[in-house]
């Protein structure tokens, strides 16, 4: 009896260069389909993000000068100098042409460049969202993989029953718990670890600063990886479920290879698919990171950001932060299904 893959020799050793160039040429055509697919989207991005953030409630300018004593000519004045006298219409094409050009305008709060504010802002985002996605994913998949292999077992329920509790939390709720009970305490046992921004106000030099960096990280950490990691387990294990039913492993089982090396060498590859993509999707969202954890936690990132810009409203602030964050994802969806495109036949002969 032979395996699919044995199967599949021949006619893999009879394909020439011309099956190869086919191949090539439908992998460049899919891309650029979705390429373009993905230029369209960016495209009603940029035009729902302009309508959508003038439709919030507020007055920037009245909100800017809340405490100051202004005059209505003066607040005339600051509406003339930040643009929002002109017509809508006007301050759109204004809007679309400035972003062409990678100019996202100036803050109305900050009073700077919004590159620069998202330039200063994304280090720690990066920092604190790619943490957190590296161990959601690496726990998902040795969880997932454990599950998949062997359902039922005492293991299984309780890694599936604990991911599925913490999925179904809201996020702002399980910040607020971690931080109640490991960063402030409760009755004589105290607070584990800082939860107010990225460092403390005397911040040593070094590798001190390091673990002072890294010490303020575990509770904002914690809390991503708890909201997201059941994604990664759940789906790694209904597709091991499925590959293990498949008629390859039954033939790697009787041919004596040991259990452990079917599981690592022929299920787990194939398992793996569906959670690149997914990881592939999600690496779009670390760039935008977690509005909420980073509110919560006072993390100077992104997120916080654009927390922040809400409240004014800050447009031009609110545009250039949801601009990246819905542009990266898209881009990443899109090498996403490029790559699946790659890895997976099936889905190239579909």
């Known amino acids: 009896m032979t395996t699919p893959l044995e199967a599949a020799e021949p006619a893999v050793q009879a394909a020439g260069p011309g099956d190869e160039r086919s191949t090539g040429r439908g992998t460049l055509q899919y891309a650029l389909s979705k390429a373009g697919g993905a230029l369209f989207s960016i495209a009603m991005v940029i035009v729902g993000t302009f309508f959508v953030f003038r439709l ?3 007055d920037p300018v009245r909100n800017l000068a809340q405490g100051r004593n202004m005059t209505p000519d003066q607040l005339n004045l600051e509406r003339h100098r930040l643009g929002l006298d002109k017509p809508v219409l006007q301050q759109f094409f204004d809007f679309v042409g400035n972003t062409l050009r990678l100019d996202l305008g100036t803050s109305y709060e900050y009073k ?155 299920a787990v590859p194939n398992a793996l698919l569906p959670t690149v993509t997914l990881v592939f999707m999600r690496i779009g969202f ?29 447009f031009t602030l609110m545009q250039g932060t949801f601009l990246l964050i819905t542009v990266s994802v898209i881009v990443m969806n899109t090498l996403a299904d490029v790559v699946y495109h790659m890895l997976d036949p099936r889905v190239r002969s579909a």
């Not at 890294?214 to 597709?239: D, E, F, K």
């Not at 977690?290 to 409240?311: D, H, M």
């Open 56 to 58: 919030l409630p507020g």
């Open 286 to 314: 670390v760039v935008g990171g977690a509005v909420t954890v980073e509110t919560i936690y006072t993390w100077p990132g992104l997120g916080q950001l654009f927390y922040r810009a809400i409240k004014v409203p800050d």
């Open 112 to 266: 700077r460049p919004v590159l620069d504010l998202i330039g200063e802002r994304i280090g720690p985002t990066l920092l604190l969202a790619g943490t957190g996605l590296v161990i959601a994913v690496s726990l998902g998949i040795w969880q997932g993989t454990r599950s998949g292999w062997r359902p039922g077992t005492r293991f299984d329920r309780f890694s599936t029953g604990v991911s599925l509790v913490l999925w179904s939390v809201p996020t702002f709720w399980l910040g607020l718990l971690l931080m109640m009970v490991l960063g402030v305490g409760i009755g004589p046992i105290p607070g584990l670890f800082p939860f107010r921004g990225i460092e403390s106000v005397d911040a040593p030099d070094g590798f001190a600063y390091v673990l002072d960096v890294a010490s303020h990280m575990v509770l904002p950490c914690l809390t991503l990886v708890g909201v997201v990691y059941a994604q990664y387990l759940l789906i790694m294990r209904s597709s091991l479920l499925e590959e293990v039913s498949q008629d390859y492993v039954t033939v790697a089982r009787a041919k004596g290879l040991r259990d452990d090396e079917v599981r690592r060498r022929h």
